[in-house]
Nanobody, 126 residues
């Protein structure tokens, strides 16, 4: 059963912007982290940005801090990832994750999540 649906990926030139969306289809998740991960071909999945729904606290990976912004629309409910000043190294499949297990470790550990979207591709190239 699909619970998280991502959209918004595409191809953009360096310096460009994209906005990714992750919709919690069944409004299943209201606590814990909703997090964006990315995985370039042949590399490990990396935590990009997280929204902690219990408090509204936001976390960013070092490689995207200052360029990416995560936000949540509680009415939908949808988590967005606004990506600005994109670089070729940002190219990857981007995944939304939720269903975080408390005490499973840091927000950027993929093993801490029980639910994943299907992914949306981002390509940054001139």
């Amino acid at each position: 059963q699909v619970k998280l649906v991502e959209s918004g990926g595409g191809s953009v030139q360096p310096g460009g912007s994209l906005r990714l969306s992750c919709t919690d289809v069944g409004n299943t998740y209201s606590t814990g982290f909703m997090t964006w991960f990315r995985q370039p071909p042949g590399k490990e999945r990396e935590g990009v940005a997280a929204f902690y729904m219990n408090t509204g606290t936001i976390y960013y990976g070092k490689s995207v801090e200052g360029r990416f912004t995560i936000s949540r629309d509680n009415a939908n409910p949808t988590v967005y990832l606004q990506m600005n000043d994109l670089k070729p190294e940002d190219s990857a499949m981007y995944y939304c994750a939720a269903g975080w297990r408390p005490y499973s470790g840091s927000w950027h550990s993929p093993s801490g999540y029980t639910s994943w979207g299907q992914g949306t591709q981002v390509i940054v190239s001139s």
